[in-house]
């Protein structure tokens, strides 16, 4: 937290109007004062998120330019205050600030780094529901993560493609942006006609006037912001309902539309296949966005719908959608726990390859097991990897897969299968730890498990022989 509730920048009284900086106790009694804290306390991303308040919904209104890249953007946030807060932090980063009110009453405001210090007119009662509107625009600028990788709003050649793992969201609007705290979304996106714009959620209409469309997008699920997406471009789109009643929404990149079709012909068998294992589908919402998006280098499993900077090969597409189980729907508490998702994404591919004719989970394990010792592999351990650096590391998602594997060797097929379930199931739309998984393992299997993964998940350097 790079600023406490009593230690404050002198900047406030510059910008902040005299009259209300005398009310805050600029230099009056600090006891006076409560404001949220500038995050939520994660040691890998300190100013991500915020406390003091939960934001239930965000309302979303965006207006896009890809030619000149200019966003213009309205949000409104409802939350309530789980404490008394005469001030709160918002995470946001770059564009311009015209206006911001608290329940209809302009509010004092403040920049500091990606933190937007909001002071209301009157202080938040513990409890009190409140509405935050911001009005904003300019040319965002996507973040750099400290593993050097580019996430938020990227501008691409035809509009811009939008992930926010881990911290990207507040490239593109203010929010309480850590997993922590979830919320429902409605996006209204107006872009230049003949580009779509692709959020998450489901598409409640389309209309152009003008010259311009506006594409309205709701999500009633929980999300993280990390997942949010706002994605345009030039799409060839296909809409289609599975055999579950999801609402299929796909929209590709044409110069990418060869390769992604027949990847994407196999999205309900997916589904399906995932559905049997880790339970119901979370989502009333799914799909694909193939983008062309040459500069990134990842894919992100966006809530509802994933996207891609690329058309993605079979494996990735079961990966991605097996974090709406793991990740999207059973959020993390603290980053340092990122094995809980990609550790769990990668088994699902391991397990997809298995059921489908490919190789077995225990050939890929034994491949990577077969890694020397000074391998990559074996650089950390995946359930403390240390910093955000390292994230999105192999021993992440590799060693991570094979810690799951190990669990399975142990309890067999079916209590494995059954953890799994019990993990989606138990903790759909909330939030999840390592500690709560591990004895989730436990009880569901009888057995000790706490060297096992105290050894896969925690131990330095390769394992000796499982
Ligand atoms: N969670 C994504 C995946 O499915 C990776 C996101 C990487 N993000 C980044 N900023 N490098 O593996
Ligand atoms: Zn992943």
């Known amino acids: 937290a790079r600023h406490g509730g009593i230690l404050r920048r002198p900047t406030v009284v510059a910008t902040v109007p005299f009259a209300l900086?005398?009310?805050?106790?600029?230099a009056g009694p600090a006891s006076a004062m409560t404001s949220g804290s500038s995050g939520v306390g994660d040691p890998y991303f300190p100013l991500s998120g915020n406390g003091g308040y939960h934001v239930a919904h965000y309302g979303l209104t965006l207006r896009y330019d890809p030619a000149s890249r200019h966003l213009d953007g309205k949000a409104v946030l409802t939350a309530r205050a789980t404490e008394k807060l005469t001030r709160f932090d918002l995470d946001f980063k770059g564009l311009t600030i015209t206006g911001l009110t608290v329940d209809h009453v302009k509010a004092g405001f403040r920049r500091d780094g990606q933190e937007l210090v909001v002071t209301p007119r009157r202080a938040l009662r513990k409890g009190q529901e409140f509405q935050i509107a911001v009005a904003y625009n300019g040319v965002p600028k996507q973040v750099t993560d400290p593993d050097g990788s580019a996430d938020g709003w990227i501008a691409t050649d035809d509009g811009a493609f939008v992930a926010g793992e881990p911290q990207g969201a507040m490239t593109w609007f203010p929010a309480n942006s850590h997993p922590k705290d979830k919320s429902s979304y409605d996006f209204t996106i107006t872009v230049p006609q003949g580009r779509t714009a692709v959020a998450n959620g489901v598409l409640l209409g389309q209309k152009t006037v003008h010259g311009k469309t506006t594409f309205r997008w709701h999500a009633p699920e929980p999300m993280a912001a990390y997942l949010?997406?706002?994605?345009?471009?030039?799409?060839?789109?296909?809409?289609?309902?599975?055999?579950d009643g999801v609402k299929v929404y796909n929209a590709v990149d044409p110069r990418e539309a060869t390769a992604a079709a027949p990847v994407l012909k196999k999205l309900p068998s997916v589904l399906e296949w995932e559905s049997k294992l880790f339970g119901?589908?979370?989502?009333?919402?799914?799909?694909?966005?193939?983008?062309?998006?040459?500069?990134?280098?990842?894919?992100?499993?966006?809530?509802?719908?994933?996207?891609?900077?690329s058309a993605p090969d079979l494996s990735t597409l079961v990966h991605e959608n097996a974090h709406q189980w793991f990740g999207d729907s059973v959020s993390l508490t603290s980053w340092k726990d990122i094995w809980l998702n990609e550790g769990f994404a990668t088994y699902a591919e391991w397990l997809y390859s298995e059921q489908h004719g490919g190789k077995t989970a225990q050939q890929t394990f034994d491949a990577l097991y077969a890694r020397k010792a000074t391998d990559d592999l074996w650089a950390f351990p995946p359930g403390d990897p240390g910093s955000g650096a390292n994230i999105f590391g192999t021993p992440v998602y590799a060693r991570g897969a094979m810690a799951l594997h190990e669990l399975r060797l142990a309890v067999g097929d079916k209590t494995f299968l059954a953890i799994l379930r019990a993990w989606a199931g138990g903790?759909?739309?909330?939030?999840?730890?390592?500690?709560q998984f591990i004895s989730l393992a436990e009880q569901k299997s009888g057995k000790k498990l706490d060297v096992l993964f105290h050894t896969w998940l925690y131990t330095k350097g390769k394992p000796a022989k499982p």
Do not use: M, W
């Open 280 to 309: 119901p589908y979370p989502f009333r919402s799914a799909g694909s966005i193939v983008d062309h998006a040459p500069d990134v280098g990842y894919a992100l499993e966006t809530q509802g719908r994933p996207i891609y900077d």
């Open 21 to 26: 900086a005398a009310l805050l106790g600029a």
């Open 427 to 435: 903790h759909r739309y909330g939030h999840g730890t390592t500690a």
């Open 228 to 243: 949010a997406t706002a994605t345009v471009g030039k799409f060839k789109v296909e809409q289609y309902t599975t055999r």
